[in-house]
């Protein structure tokens, strides 16, 4: 991606600042909701922006669109244009492979700055240490500030995952690691996730019709209601299905702003101008 094409676009907004009366203060319309809201995560004392950077559409076998297309240097750009703009929260994953183009990303940005969420298929003890620690090198940071079970099948996945989430559990009181959680890709497994105290956040399928989700909307929204109510982070994804309702964005948009119990969601975004039109539609649509 091209670094001139954002520093053009800064420069054409910037150019708007001499249109403003000297000592007037913009302010956000009232009631409105930006990607660029910082948002406190429940008791976790983690402030995120609205919207999360996605970097794994399609993500397998450590790699996803983003890497694909972007490479390390376009995507450290394009986190880096979003950072500018106010968003930094940035979504990764081991089964991604963007650990490196985050840390390209954070040599121009201050890691205390922005948070950093990553996901683990590690199950035992032994395999969670190795994974925060090589996390961490690839990444380029001492700490890591959220990290999430990866895509939870099993209705028994707390005993199958129980050496990890000890591990996890060690770590934040270590302050390796700030907060943990799941990824849900069951119903299931979600319901699990509602009844496990260990569980502090739920990254959760979500969106109007159903797609790509673990059950039903009524189902699924009962579900996580429960789940806020007793305390955990709801952090939705798949908010325009998987990609199957982009035809239906603004509805889809509209319906993840309007849950009160999601605190904030991830889309995977995988250019400057995909950015722009959520950073423009999502206050229009609140």
Known sequence: MDRRTFVKSASATAGLAILVPLGFKLAPDAGKKYISDKV?????????????????????????????????????????????????????ADQYGTHPHLKAALKSVPREKVVILTKTHASTEQEMKDDLDRFRKELGTDYLDIVLLHCMTSKNWPTEKKGAMNILSQSREQKIIRAHGVSCHTLDALQSAA???????????????????????????????????????????????????????????????????ISCFTIGIENYDQFLDLEKRIPALS
Not at 81 to 90: L, T
């Open 40 to 92: 406190l995560l429940g008791s976790t004392g983690i402030e995120v922006s609205r919207m999360a950077i996605g970097t794994g559409t399609n993500g397998v076998g450590h790699s996803s669109n983003q890497t694909r297309q972007l490479g390390i240097g376009g995507l450290s750009d394009l986190l880096k244009a979003a950072y500018d703009k106010g968003v930094f929260f940035w979504d990764s």
């Open 195 to 261: 009844a496990s105290p260990w569980v502090q956040i739920d990254l959760a399928r979500m969106n109007p019709a159903g797609v790509s989700m673990d059950a039903s909307v009524p189902i699924v929204t009962n579900v996580l209601k429960q789940m806020k109510q007793s305390g955990k982070v709801i952090m939705g994804m798949k908010v325009l299905g998987d990609g199957r309702l982009v035809e239906r964005k603004d509805e889809c948009l509209r319906y993840a702003l309007a849950q009160d119990y």
